[in-house]
């Protein structure tokens, strides 16, 4: 990235109302997960579990596990990278208003970020569909691998416990897709990063911030669908552009 373009992006955080970052698998990446969609993602290696399949059959429900289990280390043990901090120290300085993003893997909070809109849920939680409660995933995946069989719920015996994200066919939660939307209707800058912006209605929320004379800034590795709207396009490592901004800011 060019020093002027970094200085510019510096001079947009820092003259307005607090920004709002959209992230994708991206933002992940950088800490070692891998992208599902990528060739031997998890993705592209098994057959999709929809979630009416999910409910209605153990057979399905058990397949949804094994997947979960095989994936699981890949962010449990995973750290937050140079970008989950410096966008939770941004957060910090009342630079950006919070981080809405389609990963699943609680990066951003346990960099330190406090406000953080999940659209795509949580593997951290596991969520039972019948009686709502939640727990801790890992000791239920531990559960899994040992007894190869589907937890039962702690709580209730016999609801269906699914990890804590949106499978294939489930609707986004509404009060999390609703607030995502207002922050971008209200927002003067959106830095998305690390995102296709292809998979919707996420793909949407930077349009918003267009419609209302705001401005957007695309950091991603490929060309996207929105890169003709965007008032900077940045392709490099997410790391390594976001302390390029971060060094202009002087703060």
């Known amino acids: ?18 920004a709002v970052v959209f992230t994708g698998a991206g933002m992940s990446t950088e ?12 993705w592209t290696k098994y057959r999709t579990v929809y979630f009416d399949e999910f409910l209605q059959s ?3 429900r058990y397949e949804y596990w094994r997947q979960k289990a095989e994936g699981h280390r890949d962010f449990a043990d995973s750290q937050p990278n140079l970008g989950h901090q410096i966008l939770a120290t941004w957060e910090a300085k009342g630079l950006i208003r919070g981080v809405v993003t389609q990963n699943i893997d609680g990066l951003h909070q346990l960099a330190g970020s ?24 890992e000791p239920l995946v531990q559960e899994f691998l040992q007894h190869d069989r589907v937890p039962e719920c702690p709580a209730c015996q016999q609801g269906r416990l699914k990890h804590a994200t949106i499978s294939f066919g489930q ?4 009060e999390i897709l609703n607030k995502s939307i207002d922050w971008c209707r209200s927002s003067k800058l959106l ?26 800034v695309i950091i991603n590795r490929d060309e996207t669908p929105l890169d003709s709207l965007a008032d ?20």
């Not at 999940?118 to 569909?129: F, K, P, V, Y």
């Not at 900077?232 to 703060?251: F, K, P, R, T």
């Open 1 to 18: 990235m060019q020093q002027e373009t970094a200085e510019r992006i510096a001079e947009w955080l820092s003259g307005q109302d607090a």
């Open 31 to 42: 800490s070692g997960i891998p992208d599902f969609r990528s060739p031997g993602g998890i």
């Open 58 to 60: 153990a057979e399905a």
């Open 114 to 137: 406090q406000n953080v809109l999940e659209l795509h849920g949580t593997a951290r939680q596991i969520m039972c569909l019948d009686c709502q409660a939640r727990f801790d995933s």
């Open 171 to 174: 609707s986004l939660s509404p």
């Open 191 to 216: 830095l998305a990063m690390g995102s296709s912006l292809v998979v919707t209605p996420a793909a949407e929320l930077p349009r918003l911030v267009k419609q209302n004379a705001g401005r957007l």
């Open 232 to 251: 900077e396009v940045i392709s490099s490592s997410l790391g390594e552009a976001l302390g390029q901004i971060d060094a202009c800011l002087g703060n």
